[in-house]
């Protein structure tokens, strides 16, 4: 899944590491993605890039505190019969972040 979530209203999470972090390790613990490792960087004077290895592939987030938007994606190996689990971890984020409601990029890879 790739997504740009737009004229988000909880600004402050933008550009805070530990609850950027909190979304993240919730989504892997929800759908069961092995966390591997985690690499961060907080930008001066704002925004914040996370990378999660995952056993399955890795989620990455570029934070722009200055645009009121965030870049997201999450790539796994895992076969899914629908793109039901893609489509409520979108949901989870704009409800998380109070961000404008659009629709997420949703891409089968097959192997």
Not at 13 to 38: A, H, S
Not at 71 to 77: H, K, N, R, S, V
Request: charged content about 25%.
């Amino acid at each position: 899944m790739i997504c740009d979530i737009k004229q988000i209203k909880n600004t402050a999470l933008l550009n805070n590491l530990d609850g950027i972090r909190n979304v993240l390790d919730i989504i892997c613990k929800k759908y069961d993605f092995r966390c591997l490792n985690v690499v961060e960087h907080v930008f001066s004077p704002a925004g914040i890039s996370i990378l999660y290895l995952l056993s399955e592939s890795h989620i990455s987030i570029h934070t722009f505190p200055e645009r009121n938007y965030f870049a997201l994606d999450i790539y796994t190996c895992r076969e899914y019969t629908d793109n039901l689990v893609y489509e409520n971890i979108y949901g989870y984020l704009v409800d998380i972040f109070e961000a404008k409601r659009e629709i997420p990029v949703i891409l089968d890879r097959y192997f």
